[in-house]
């Protein structure tokens, strides 16, 4: 292990490599935050930025600042190393252990008593590499299936070694250049990091399965499977391999669920993408729509709402819509208008994460008792009413065609309902069908109104979405069209067999009988 220099300097409680003595001291200190802010930023959240930043003397180096958020993340820091000093001292375990991380430079903290008010750490930078999951898939399959079982292999080595790494996954391997069996591997971000002590096995199951978790969009069943053996160092046919299997199916789908969870509350948390300052208003918006930038699109929206025109697309009780260029501005007017206008927003980016087609949330802004959100302008998109009366009265659509777009409307509601997505205004009018290179694809819109229970829809709420859909799709749609439409979504549901299929005519004839049902115009 190297010698270290400690010392205090500007109020931080300094730890460094000889050599970064002189930078920290120069151009580090007495803020951080001003060495941070001149470099390339990498990523930002509510408790860390980071930036590659060059430090005269160090060259390159990889560098984190942490400020405490909130009064939970204050009293974690009093009883607790910080995260920038818990990084240090497992990089340092790391290297004594021969597993291959970004070299430590330094550490600095201060402290107003035992209150943490900032902490840096830094590394060297890692240049000429990526993170694994491009690599993986820029190598040839079968150097793909070596990386995949070296990586398995190597992540068994560090828990064998006394390293538990609470954040592992893709983006913190890098990977060098070389063949699949033989690329240099780095582990970096090492802050939630346990070290010199034995890993259980829960602990074990958890990280691999966010290892393969991360690497869904690479990696199918089979790499799984050749990861888990190259972990094990068993056999496919062991038992202890099927217990293994099935303890991992079980953590790759509450890995999702937690990513979902997490993914949808990033639209009002500070990160990289999306920022609190909307000075004069206050909301929540993404970086590159500025709060000028947000300023002239309401100003456009109060001028067409005073002028009227096509630029207004609709101007209701409930709320006013207006577009301008490629943003739509929708002013929510209900007494529950700011809750109504931010339910939007994150109901849009939780869509989005789900993987559903909606218009895209740009911000979510209120002052002077107005509440107002943006979206992405979809207007060149027709409603799924009006498209499927148009080109059933025409004929414009061949009969395979029109069978192509009922399959495809039932398996997107099927699919809505499968991940436990409910709207609570499920009509033909605030779906927009695109199509293109002769499939369809349906954008869900006016999404103040919804839910994400995590799990698929109980029937009560499913029968409220298919009547609400049956009574605002006009009667040219068949009773026929209708059937194989119900039979589609009943079979992408799971739902399919007659008993559910009278049981679910029953209950939609029962409901519609209550409703108000489009015959030709479609319902605004």
């Not at 240049?127 to 070596?146: K, V």
């Not at 729509?289 to 409930?318: N, S």
């Not at 207006?322 to 208008?337: C, I, M, N, P």
Request: glycine content about 8%.
């Amino acid at each position: 292990m190297r010698s270290l220099r400690r010392f205090r300097e500007a109020g931080f409680a300094v730890e460094c490599v000889p050599e970064a003595e002189g930078p920290v001291r120069t151009r580090l200190l007495p803020d951080p935050s001003v060495a941070l802010s001149d470099g390339d930023l990498v990523k930002r959240n509510m408790y860390r930025a980071v930036a590659r930043v060059r430090l005269q003397g160090l060259g390159p180096v990889a560098l984190k600042v942490h400020v405490p958020h909130g009064l939970a993340d204050t009293i974690r820091n009093v009883f607790r190393a910080s995260r920038a000093r818990a990084e240090w001292r497992a990089a340092r375990y790391l290297e004594g252990a021969g597993i291959p991380t970004a070299r430590p430079l330094l550490v600095a903290e201060r402290r107003r008593g035992p209150l943490l008010k900032k902490a840096a750490y830094a590394t060297s930078l890692l240049e000429d590499r990526t993170t694994f999951e491009p690599a993986l898939l820029a190598h040839a399959p079968r150097e793909r299936h070596a990386l995949e079982r070296r990586a398995a292999a190597w992540i068994r080595a560090f828990h064998d070694r006394g390293v538990s790494h609470g954040d592992l996954h893709s983006g913190n391997v890098l990977v060098g250049g070389g063949p699949g069996d033989l690329c240099d591997l780095r582990i970096l971000d090492l802050h939630t990091a346990r070290v010199g002590r034995p890993v259980p096995r829960w602990r074990r199951d958890a990280q691999l399965a966010r290892w393969l978790h991360s690497l869904s969009a690479s990696t199918g069943p089979g790499g799984r499977l050749r990861s888990l053996l190259a972990y094990l160092g068993s056999r496919p046919a062991d038992r202890s391999t099927r217990a293994a299997w099935a303890r991992l199916t079980r953590r790759l789908a509450a890995w999702e669920r937690r990513r979902v969870r997490s993914r949808s509350r990033r639209c009002t948390e500070e990160n990289i993408h999306f920022t609190a300052d909307c000075t004069p208003w206050i909301g929540w918006r993404r970086h590159e729509w500025t709060p000028d930038r947000i300023d002239r699109a309401l100003r456009a929206h109060d001028r067409a709402l005073a002028e009227g025109g096509p630029a207004v697309l609709k101007a209701g009780r409930k709320s006013r819509v207006t577009r301008h260029g490629d943003v739509v501005v929708k002013e929510s007017l209900t007494a529950s208008r700011v809750l109504r206008a931010r339910a939007g927003y994150r109901n849009a980016h939780g869509l989005e994460v789900r993987g559903f087609l909606t218009a895209h949330p740009f911000a979510c802004v209120r002052r002077n008792g107005r509440a107002i959100a943006l979206y992405q302008d979809l207007s060149r998109l027709p409603r799924l009413d009006r498209r499927v009366r148009d080109v059933r009265t025409s004929g414009a659509w061949t009969p395979a065609r029109y069978a192509a777009f009922l399959d495809a409307t039932a398996d997107f509601v099927a699919r809505l309902h499968r991940h436990g997505v409910w709207h609570g205004d499920l009509k033909a009018v605030n779906l927009l069908l695109a199509e293109e290179n002769g499939r369809f694809a349906v954008h869900v819109v006016d999404t103040d109104r919804m839910r994400f229970r995590g799990r698929p829809l109980p029937w009560r709420r499913r029968m409220r979405n298919l009547t609400q859909l049956a009574a605002s799709v006009p009667a040219v749609v068949t009773r026929t069209d209708r059937l194989r439409w119900w039979r589609r979504y009943a079979k992408a549901s799971g739902l399919a067999g007659p008993d559910l299929e009278r049981r679910a005519a029953r209950d939609v004839g029962a409901a519609l009988g209550r409703k108000t049902v489009v015959v030709d115009e479609p319902i605004e």
